[in-house]
């Protein structure tokens, strides 16, 4: 969504013209510190899911001040959507499902910076695999079990699928981005009932 209507900055353009597309925006956010300098986002573009079923949210900025770059906005978008991510795995941790690390696929998963933000909004391991489109991947994988390719899944897995990257959290990170998702988290119930005269007013 951002970058397909803002796209990067032309001064991040200028200093790297040989780096095209995505990875401007990674070169933006690496120029922030974590946290953005306070700058927090709410990312329901289209309402929310999990662990708020509302149909009527809507994305936010929140703590914008003159101090903000074009580059805050990049860095904060990557830690709201982290910090969504975040609302997902601490309900499987309140149940009980708990890893030492947690797996990323898919373009995001491309995103060194991005892999840090969420390994340290996390507070745990980040990893990669030798895939990039997971939900095929699995289903090939298990036709092959099915045609007898492999003995079980866990061959199956074994035989194909490598971690190539880690990262992994740092300390003064984590402190930093646990103190700002409780912010994070309190936004919604403040805003729920604006979102709704919002809705009813468009």
């Given at each position: 969504?951002?970058?397909?209507?803002?796209?990067?900055?032309?001064?991040?353009?200028?200093?790297?013209?040989?780096?095209?597309?995505?990875?401007?925006?990674?070169?933006?956010?690496?120029?922030?510190?974590?946290?953005?300098?306070?700058l927090?986002?709410?990312?329901?573009?289209?309402?929310?899911?999990t662990?708020?079923?509302?149909?009527?949210?809507?994305?936010?900025?929140?703590g914008?001040?003159?101090?903000?770059t074009?580059?805050?906005?990049?860095?904060?978008?990557m830690?709201?959507?982290?910090?969504?991510q975040?609302?997902?795995?601490?309900?499987?941790?309140?149940?009980?499902?708990?890893?030492?690390?947690?797996?990323?696929?898919?373009?995001?998963?491309?995103?060194?910076?991005?892999?840090?933000?969420?390994?340290?909004?996390?507070?745990?391991?980040?990893?990669?695999?030798?895939i990039?489109?997971?939900p095929?991947?699995?289903?090939?994988?298990?036709?092959?079990?099915?045609?007898?390719?492999?003995?079980?899944?866990?061959?199956?897995?074994?035989?194909?699928?490598?971690?190539?990257?880690?990262?992994?959290?740092?300390?003064?990170?984590?402190?930093?981005?646990?103190?700002l998702?409780?912010?994070?988290?309190?936004?919604?119930?403040?805003?729920?009932?604006?979102?709704?005269k919002?809705?009813?007013?468009?």
């Open positions: 969504w951002y970058y397909e209507s803002f796209g990067p900055s032309k001064n991040i353009v200028d200093d790297y013209p040989d780096i095209k597309g995505y990875e401007l925006l990674n070169k933006q956010a690496e120029k922030v510190v974590p946290g953005s300098d306070g927090i986002f709410l990312p329901y573009l289209s309402g929310e899911r662990p708020h079923a509302d149909p009527y949210a809507r994305g936010v900025f929140f914008l001040s003159y101090l903000h074009q580059d805050h906005f990049v860095r904060s978008i830690e709201g959507v982290a910090f969504s975040l609302d997902c795995l601490s309900l499987m941790r309140q149940v009980g499902i708990a890893s030492d690390k947690v797996v990323l696929f898919g373009g995001g998963a491309k995103s060194r910076v991005w892999r840090q933000i969420i390994s340290d909004v996390f507070s745990t391991k980040i990893v990669t695999l030798n990039e489109e997971g095929a991947y699995g289903a090939a994988l298990l036709a092959g079990v099915g045609c007898g390719i492999y003995g079980s899944i866990e061959e199956a897995v074994d035989r194909t699928i490598k971690e190539v990257s880690q990262t992994n959290p740092i300390g003064e990170n984590v402190k930093k981005y646990k103190n998702y409780e912010i994070y988290e309190s936004l919604y119930e403040d805003l729920k009932g604006d979102f709704e919002l809705h009813a007013i468009q």
